[in-house]
């Protein structure tokens, strides 16, 4: 497969809850956490039908959760970034000095794997800076894994944001790095 250049982007909003489900509900899909990890679904033993309508519910009432990447008009990547503000157990670094009303957040990828490797990526990230920025955000931040990191690469590689103009600011944990975009006036 070739690179994908008519790939458009689109905020997922309760019209587009279908496109969701479906590209969550595809083989290899992320069907069972439903993106809900830092979105305050239960620790104790949550079940892949409350995290759907977990996220179900926010979609519904239209907060933001995230963008779709459309391929001729099939749903064939996602990103989840919103208002920091909107997720809880993330972490925080010390000395922070972003304002926390303009804090969005990258904090997942899925791209299907006959997808994979044809730059859709850093495509992504970039959608998900400009959707940022649209909605108010002055700084996006992400929580990028190092590729031999055992864990976590469903936030993505400190590559992939370093080449998108990041730059680490934190550690949360062993594995996660911190890193951050600042957006111009």
């Known amino acids: 497969m070739r690179f994908p250049t008519r790939l458009e982007f689109h905020e997922v909003t309760p019209d587009r ?69 909107t997720f809880s157990r993330l972490g925080t670094i010390k ?20 997808y994979r490797g044809l730059g859709i990526m850093s495509r992504l990230i970039k959608a998900a ?7 108010g955000a002055r700084t996006v931040e992400a929580y990028p894994v190092d590729p031999t990191s055992p864990s976590y690469r469903f936030m993505g ?3 992939a944001f370093e080449r998108e103009r990041f730059r680490e600011v934190g550690r949360l944990g062993t594995r996660r790095h911190v890193y951050r975009r600042r957006m111009r006036a």
């Open 95 to 114: 000395e922070d000095d972003a304002d926390p009303n303009t804090l969005w957040s990258i904090t997942c990828f899925f791209v299907p794997r006959r």
């Open 17 to 85: 809850w279908p496109d969701f489900a479906r590209l969550f509900q595809a083989r290899g899909g992320p069907k069972h956490c439903w993106c809900s990890v830092f979105r305050g679904v239960p620790k104790e033993r949550p079940t892949p039908a409350l995290k759907k309508a977990l996220i179900q519910g926010q979609i519904a009432r239209a907060e933001p959760v995230g963008i779709l990447g459309y391929l001729d008009g099939r749903p064939v990547a996602w990103c989840s970034v919103a208002p920091k503000s």
């Open 157 to 159: 590689l400190v590559s």
């Open 129 to 135: 800076v400009a959707h940022a920025k649209a909605k």
